[in-house]
């Protein structure tokens, strides 16, 4: 009888730590990196940063487009926000469809894509989520050619949590992390400070 009282203690602190907040996300961790982003000179960048989000979809079938994209809005638009506060200009698109998404041939100088990789979720509802980043440059020229793929990374996070689940104890710290890991795929192209 002890042990049964002493577990339900436990189990109510367990939940009582849970709701105060006690819990946080980790910074992004990378796995893998290659390439480099170039300064872009005297051009005034104007970045499009997709979040690619089809296995958001897939891990969740009943979700719908617009749900499973409105998650992603707000981190689309602390980065937009972010860019701008930095000299550049900046647009983003939650992509939630199975098929790859078409870079855009003109409008912007460059494309950042942040595709969901792999994601997992537990039997408690947790999801995990590995992606896949690639920053693409633009030929702004009249000629048009294809856009040249400059840097890639592929890095663990879930950071988008911080911006719609509120018990995390460092949601604010963590929002920030996010984007500045964003931002810093494509920080040598921005204007410098």
């Not at 009943?62 to 980065?79: H, I, N, R």
């Not at 792999?118 to 690639?134: I, L």
């Amino acid at each position: 009888m002890k042990y049964l009282r002493v577990l339900s203690i436990a189990a109510t602190l367990a939940a009582a730590v849970l709701a105060s907040g006690c819990i946080s996300i980790p910074a992004p961790r990378v796995t893998s990196q290659s390439g480099k982003a170039e300064a872009s000179g005297d051009t005034k960048p104007n970045v499009l940063l997709v979040l690619h989000v089809s296995l958001q979809r897939k891990a969740f079938p009943s979700s719908t487009a617009k749900q499973a994209e409105a998650m992603y809005d707000p981190v689309g638009q602390a980065f937009v926000k972010r860019v701008e506060a930095l000299g550049g200009k900046a647009d983003y698109k939650v992509f939630s469809e199975a098929s790859d998404f078409e870079i855009p041939q003109a409008g912007y100088t460059h494309v950042l894509v942040e595709r969901i990789k792999q994601m997992s979720v537990s039997g408690q509802g947790n999801s995990y989520r590995t992606w896949d980043a690639t920053l693409w440059v633009m030929d702004t020229s009249t000629t048009r050619r294809a856009a040249k793929k400059v840097f890639t990374q592929v890095y663990e996070s879930n950071g988008v949590f911080c911006f719609s689940v509120t018990q995390y104890a460092n949601k604010v710290e963590c929002q920030v992390q996010y984007v500045d890991h964003l931002v810093a795929h494509m920080a040598p192209v921005l204007p410098a400070k």
